[in-house]
């Protein structure tokens, strides 16, 4: 049995048991995949996939425990290899994280900053998706650290550790109505056109929670992943934003109102996450405690308030 077919056969599963999905994981040719899937099933004396024909339909009763034992297998090898390169080259590698926009846009880049001062033969690769993607990146070994608000809590395969917590603001153009209205109070924005989040993305499901718990049915007539996108159409007049407190930039959202939302909806949690088998090289770590401090230093300006430190800051 060899590390190479053990991948083949992760490749496979992920890609949804398409053998040309595997092979452009894996960067080999097909014949190569199914070449290794042959040889791990001749070896293991079982089949591995459910067949019809010759397509591949899912795993075998077997095949669910090999694959298991394979993606751990692989875990730990990269684990092994992680070590010798912490001890060998400690100041260089790749550094892959993954997060949504509002992290990469609004919290990161004094933090990348430092790191890179600290670190400049590290190169960094920020991968943006969505919360899920972001778990399911992580435990695939397709990035080192996620760090999003939805989704990574509560995973049993994830360390997850909280760095800080948020609230919502509201944003309108200057001369808006709604930013003269005392107090502001769930029913006053329902009165509104809103632009907020997507699903899924920076605390809308406690968004739309909070109103539906008080029977309100907010008018959002527009939602995007992306902070900037719904400040642009705040300035186009569809509707009143509300975005994460941190992502309000008084110099560069001069242009906007602000009136804070805490007092209306619970407070979120935004954490780093990474496989729990995962050894985490020290430059990682330093990343860490780097995301940790500058999250202490703007934390009253933006809204942003710490819960716990991150695993090792103390080191």
Request: glycine residues 6%.
């Amino acid at each position: 049995m060899e590390l190479r077919q053990l991948r083949s056969l992760i490749a496979l599963v992920d890609g949804g048991f398409s053998v040309t999905r595997a092979a452009q994981a894996v960067h080999l040719v097909q014949p190569a995949v199914s070449q290794h899937l042959r040889q791990l099933e001749d070896e293991l004396g079982t089949p591995l996939f459910l067949r019809h024909g010759k397509r591949l339909l899912g795993l075998t009763e077997a095949g669910l425990q090999v694959v298991q034992h394979a993606r751990n297998a692989l875990a730990d090898t990269a684990n092994i290899q992680a070590i010798g390169r912490d001890h060998a080259e400690e100041s260089r590698g790749v550094l892959r994280i993954g997060t949504t926009h509002t992290q990469a846009r609004y919290v990161l880049p004094p933090v990348l900053r430092a790191f890179n001062t600290a670190y400049p033969d590290v190169e960094v690769q920020i991968h943006q998706a969505t919360p899920a993607q972001l778990v399911e990146a992580a435990l695939a070994d397709r990035i080192d650290l996620a760090i999003c608000t939805e989704a990574i809590a509560d995973h049993p395969d994830l360390a997850a550790f909280p760095a800080y917590r948020w609230n919502r603001c509201l944003i309108a153009p200057h001369g808006h109505p709604v930013l003269k209205r005392k107090p502001i109070s769930l029913e006053v924005l329902c009165e509104y056109p809103i632009v907020t989040y997507v699903f899924g993305f920076t605390g809308r499901r406690n968004l739309s929670t909070s109103f539906a718990k008080l029977g309100l049915r907010p008018q959002v007539v527009l939602s995007a992943a992306d902070t900037d996108v719904i400040k642009t159409y705040v300035r186009e007049g569809m509707g009143i934003g509300i975005i994460a407190a941190l992502a309000y930039q008084p110099d560069q959202d001069a242009d906007l109102g602000r009136r804070d939302l805490s007092h209306l909806f619970p407070w979120e949690v935004t954490r780093i996450a990474y496989p729990k088998r995962k050894y985490v090289r020290r430059f990682q770590q330093r990343f860490m405690d780097l995301f940790q401090q500058e999250v202490d230093r703007v934390g009253k300006a933006h809204g942003l308030w710490r819960v716990s430190r991150t695993p090792g800051a103390e080191k």
